[in-house]
């Protein structure tokens, strides 16, 4: 009867079991983040690998040296199998349900050509960078082909000038716009029917002062066979919902390698200190291949040194980190793309031809949300959250930081004050000194000027009858001496 009832118990929480959700898988790294100092600080993991999926997993071809994905609004994923020639379309339950091998070209039957970039419009179109064929071509949600665009013609490029599309993304007026391999001028820029424009946010001009020095002292022979001093060239693109584009250089020279450019091509991404988003803070820094813009101004940067993904909000402070290289759930071989969508995120790595999702922890999506509700202004709502956050890790600048605003806007500046300086936030802890003197000095003025003017009186009387004093003091001593 014992062994029954055992029997029972047992198959009761095994039914139970199965039929509870799975938890995400644990993670084969620590969390960090930096401090205002530059210095690594242990962090809760924000995200954790939830599941993979590959080719053979749902039930097609292995994917071939993918190179990009895009996820769409409607929560599609579409990824871009270079080495099939292919366009693969998955749906939020990672079931394959379209591929585009092929299209009608005006009659004639055509393919894609090492692709490398992928981008859907709000339309649903969808803009492949076909970068062997040196093209960008444009299809419909169904896969039928819309037209094509090729290289740009205008009397101020050279004449050797090769077109390699690697990149596209499209702006909600329809400008197109391209990262092409070896062009220095910056992104090309196309307008709504395909014309080329000009070029926006070239980087500026790199160079060694040892190598300066001599090209200055040599020869024009000589100097023809140095190196020659040119912009650095983008290498990844994305545009958020009010039109600015974002972009990354993987040079490991560039101070800033992430610009957020303006329709006018000015960079005008926020930096909070001296470190900006350039990832880890050490000798051998990290090299961005790709950037993923989301809502409420945070994005993120794959960096392809470690195998990283950073994520940073609006003012440019660094979230969490996540991914590193390894052969564990988890980790990359050699990622080449993110995207994310709600509180998922998916890597694309190329060698493995897998996509890795990662689902938000309980840290993560309280980080998220207070980080939506501070960027929105909802700063009292955000500071309930900062504080939750706290206790899962009492080192989270970023939260302090949260809350110390939220009380400065609600007029505690003291203790704003507490809290800016424990997130090592000077410009605020300033402003909120300045505030506290101020009403420091409103509320006890008054107090402060009767006790300085009692003083002073106090002073005044004894000083008088000191000098009364000493007057009577004469006065005796003159009719002694008489």
Do not use: C
């Not at 080719?55 to 990009?68: K, M, R, V």
């Not at 004050?417 to 003025?445: P, V």
């Amino acid at each position: 009867m014992i062994i029954k009832r055992s029997i029972l118990i047992l198959a009761a929480a095994l039914i139970i079991a199965s039929l509870s959700p799975k938890p995400a898988h644990a993670s084969p790294y620590e969390g960090y983040t930096y401090s205002y100092w530059g210095e690594a600080v242990q962090s809760p993991i924000a995200y954790l690998p939830s599941r993979t999926i590959t080719g053979q997993e749902i039930g097609i071809e292995p994917l071939a040296t993918p190179n990009d994905m895009f996820a769409a609004p409607d929560g599609n994923l579409y990824v871009l199998d270079s080495g099939n020639g292919r366009i693969v379309v998955l749906n939020s339950e990672w079931k394959a349900i379209r591929q585009i091998q092929g299209f009608d070209n005006n009659g004639k039957q055509d393919s894609f050509n090492k692709p490398e970039g992928i981008f859907v419009s709000g339309a649903g179109h969808i803009y492949v960078a076909d970068t062997e064929n040196k093209r960008v071509v444009v299809l419909d949600s169904s896969g039928a082909f819309i037209r094509e665009i090729g290289a740009p013609k205008s009397e101020v490029l050279s004449d050797n000038f090769e077109y390699f599309p690697r990149k596209v993304i499209v702006d909600k007026a329809g400008r197109i716009y391209v990262v092409a391999r070896g062009v220095f001028d910056g992104i090309i820029e196309f307008d709504s029917v395909g014309d080329f424009t000009g070029f926006i946010g070239t980087n500026p001009v790199q160079f060694d002062p040892v190598d300066l020095f001599w090209k200055t002292v040599s020869t024009k022979e000589q100097r023809e066979k140095m190196i020659r001093f040119v912009p650095i060239e983008f290498n990844n693109v994305d545009v958020d919902a009010d039109g600015f584009i974002f972009t990354t250089t993987a040079d490991k020279q560039t101070l800033v390698p992430v610009k957020r450019l303006n329709p006018s091509g000015i960079d005008v991404l926020r930096i909070n200190g001296e470190w900006g988003p350039i990832g880890d803070y050490s000798r051998d820094r990290s090299a961005f291949i790709d950037i993923d813009v989301s809502g409420n101004g945070v994005y993120r940067t794959l960096d392809s040194t470690r195998g990283r993904v950073f994520t940073y909000n609006e003012d440019g402070n660094l979230l969490y980190v996540i991914g590193q290289y390894g052969n564990q759930l988890g980790t990359f071989k050699n990622p080449v793309a993110i995207e994310s969508f709600g509180n998922r995120i998916f890597v694309l790595d190329r060698d493995l031809g897998m996509i890795t999702e990662f689902s938000a922890t309980k840290f993560g999506s309280l980080v998220n949300e207070a980080n939506g509700l501070y960027s929105i202004g909802k700063h009292n709502d955000a500071a309930k959250l900062w504080q939750q956050v706290l206790k899962l890790d009492a080192n989270y600048e970023m939260a302090y930081v949260g809350i110390g605003k939220s009380m400065l806007r609600q007029g505690e500046y003291k203790q704003a004050m507490t809290y800016l300086k424990l997130g090592n936030d000077r410009e605020y802890y300033s402003k909120a000194l300045t505030k506290f003197r101020r009403e420091y000095m409103r509320e006890y003025f008054g107090t402060y000027m009767t006790i300085v003017i009692a003083l002073i009186l106090i002073v005044m009387a004894v000083r008088r009858g000191m000098r009364v004093r000493k007057e009577g003091m004469k006065q005796d001593a003159v009719s002694q001496g008489r």
